[in-house]
């Protein structure tokens, strides 16, 4: 099933253009094209038709002058996009396509396939009680997912609402049927399944969660049993990928766990979370947190990055932290908000022999301190948000800073460049598959 993927600001910009007016009115979409096992259709821009681009426009129906159809058709071929065109009806029932969008549709299918442009395109029809989408000319429905603060599914037509495991009643009692369901229907991926993934791998198994995609490369160490959950001394050397999908699949049996030992900045293994709903990123290198984020930009998927650091100095500890932060449409990134090194993220690009002959790197990085403790904490933080993002439940914050030593929890926001390579229109925001992920390409 084809998804229509959209920013909450582009969404609610549009609603206001195109709703609360007594004539029906249209818009058109820009949509770059994401393949693979889910195919996507990402919304990086809005046209609105003026009046004199209106053939007629009337309470009931609207139709565009050819004219208008031709100039964002030509713009869509030379952009390599495609195109979802966007009516309204009135009232505040749900809406339905009716005869007469069949037949405009199908002509619609008929010009835009004799362009030559690129495929598929959609139609969305929306009003005060909802809204419905399909590919255009056809009978095939898609959903449509709007990604900002939060998580939420605007239309989907497949969605089933079955009952709640018993096993999950205290959590239906805390976020309701509906909200245990739209989690039991999550594909989430986690980056890095040491000490803090490890632990998030757990609690999404026990939150209901059924379908994984872990990646992480390395190997369990012995000096990695102090952290990660699910491991004992005789999984050393095993990957630590497998290790947190046995413990998974311990927890639910029945789940779906895509295991990959793998190198997320490889851009191979990166294009794997293109098919999840929500990526944790749990990851200890500059690298890595720069391909995830891209992914998170470049394909609207919400990503949650979760660090945690303990500071030394002198063999004393001098400073406990953790931090939460919501990444992806909407958000500022990592980048934007001063967290990234680049020179550190040019050394997690290389491969041992490329580190080995750049005269300008010295030495291997040393461990980091580490303990259970702080990565719970970090991690039940970061799992409370997501509650937030695509549940009811009333938690707002986004970006979240732990600092135990002082006993402090609080809320920061960074703000984004309108420039930015990354977060913004003019960076990789919504490119889909139109943009090489900034990865290994080996």
């Given at each position: 099933?084809?998804?229509?993927?959209?920013t909450?600001t582009d969404?609610a910009?549009l609603r206001?253009?195109?709703l609360?007016?007594?004539?029906?009115h249209c818009?058109?979409?820009?949509?770059?094209?994401?393949?693979?096992?889910r195919?996507?259709?990402l919304v990086?821009?809005?046209?609105?038709?003026?009046?004199?681009?209106?053939?007629?426009q009337?309470?009931?129906h609207?139709e565009l002058?050819?004219?208008?159809?031709?100039?964002?058709?030509?713009?869509?071929?030379?952009?390599?996009l495609?195109?979802?065109?966007?009516h309204?009806?009135s009232g505040?029932?749900?809406?339905r396509?009716?005869?007469t969008?069949?037949?405009?549709e199908?002509?619609?299918?008929?010009f835009?396939?004799h362009?030559k442009l690129?495929?598929?395109?959609?139609?969305?029809?929306?009003?005060?009680?909802?809204?419905?989408?399909r590919?255009?000319?056809?009978?095939?429905?898609?959903?449509?997912?709007?990604?900002?603060d939060?998580?939420t599914?605007e239309?989907?037509?497949?969605?089933?609402?079955?009952?709640?495991a018993p096993?999950?009643?205290r959590?239906?009692?805390a976020?309701?049927?509906?909200?245990q369901?739209?989690?039991q229907?999550?594909?989430?991926?986690?980056?890095?399944?040491?000490?803090?993934?490890?632990i998030a791998?757990?609690?999404?198994?026990?939150?209901g969660?059924?379908d994984?995609?872990?990646?992480?490369?390395?190997?369990?160490?012995l000096?990695n049993?102090?952290?990660?959950?699910?491991?004992?001394?005789?999984?050393v050397?095993?990957?630590?990928?497998?290790?947190?999908?046995?413990?998974v699949?311990?927890?639910?049996?029945?789940a779906r766990?895509?295991?990959?030992?793998g190198?997320?900045?490889?851009?191979?293994v990166?294009k794997?979370?293109?098919?999840?709903d929500?990526?944790?990123?749990c990851?200890?290198?500059?690298?890595?947190?720069?391909?995830?984020?891209?992914?998170a930009?470049q394909y609207?998927?919400?990503?949650?990055?979760v660090g945690?650091?303990?500071t030394?100095?002198e063999?004393?500890?001098?400073?406990?932290?953790?931090r939460?932060?919501l990444?992806?449409?909407?958000?500022?990134c990592?980048?934007?908000?001063?967290?990234?090194?680049s020179?550190?993220?040019?050394?997690d690009?290389?491969s041992?022999?490329?580190?080995?002959s750049d005269?300008?790197?010295?030495?291997e990085h040393?461990?980091?301190?580490?303990?259970?403790?702080?990565?719970?904490?970090?991690?039940?933080?970061?799992?409370?948000?997501?509650?937030?993002?695509?549940?009811?439940v009333?938690?707002?914050?986004?970006h979240?800073?732990?600092?135990?030593?002082?006993?402090t929890?609080r809320?920061?926001?960074a703000?984004?460049?309108?420039?930015?390579?990354?977060?913004s229109?003019?960076?990789?925001?919504g490119?889909?598959?139109?943009?090489?992920?900034?990865?290994?390409?080996?």
């Amino acid at each position: 099933m084809i998804e229509l993927r959209i920013t909450s600001t582009d969404l609610a910009a549009l609603r206001s253009a195109v709703l609360g007016h007594k004539a029906e009115h249209c818009a058109v979409l820009f949509a770059a094209g994401v393949a693979g096992r889910r195919q996507a259709l990402l919304v990086r821009e809005m046209v609105l038709p003026e009046a004199s681009d209106y053939a007629l426009q009337n309470v009931i129906h609207a139709e565009l002058k050819p004219e208008f159809v031709a100039r964002v058709t030509k713009r869509a071929k030379l952009a390599d996009l495609s195109l979802v065109f966007v009516h309204t009806h009135s009232g505040s029932m749900p809406p339905r396509f009716s005869r007469t969008d069949d037949k405009g549709e199908q002509e619609l299918a008929v010009f835009l396939a004799h362009r030559k442009l690129k495929t598929p395109h959609a139609a969305l029809v929306l009003s005060d009680g909802g809204m419905c989408a399909r590919i255009l000319g056809t009978s095939n429905s898609i959903r449509v997912v709007a990604i900002g603060d939060t998580l939420t599914t605007e239309f989907d037509p497949q969605r089933e609402m079955a009952a709640a495991a018993p096993a999950f009643d205290r959590q239906v009692r805390a976020f309701g049927s509906e909200g245990q369901q739209i989690l039991q229907a999550l594909r989430i991926g986690i980056v890095g399944l040491g000490g803090t993934g490890s632990i998030a791998a757990q609690q999404l198994a026990h939150l209901g969660i059924r379908d994984f995609v872990l990646i992480d490369p390395d190997h369990l160490e012995l000096t990695n049993l102090n952290r990660v959950v699910g491991a004992g001394e005789s999984d050393v050397g095993r990957p630590k990928a497998e290790i947190a999908k046995r413990h998974v699949l311990g927890i639910v049996p029945t789940a779906r766990v895509e295991c990959v030992v793998g190198d997320i900045v490889q851009a191979k293994v990166a294009k794997l979370l293109v098919d999840t709903d929500i990526i944790f990123c749990c990851t200890d290198s500059h690298g890595s947190r720069s391909v995830v984020q891209q992914v998170a930009y470049q394909y609207l998927i919400p990503c949650i990055d979760v660090g945690s650091t303990i500071t030394t100095h002198e063999g004393k500890v001098a400073g406990i932290f953790g931090r939460v932060q919501l990444l992806g449409p909407d958000q500022a990134c990592l980048w934007c908000s001063g967290l990234l090194n680049s020179e550190e993220v040019r050394r997690d690009m290389m491969s041992a022999f490329e580190r080995k002959s750049d005269p300008y790197i010295r030495g291997e990085h040393e461990p980091a301190p580490s303990v259970i403790s702080l990565n719970g904490t970090v991690v039940s933080l970061a799992i409370t948000m997501l509650l937030g993002i695509v549940t009811a439940v009333p938690v707002d914050s986004r970006h979240l800073v732990y600092n135990a030593s002082a006993s402090t929890l609080r809320p920061a926001r960074a703000k984004h460049r309108n420039d930015c390579f990354i977060c913004s229109r003019r960076g990789v925001l919504g490119r889909g598959d139109l943009q090489p992920l900034f990865a290994r390409q080996d």
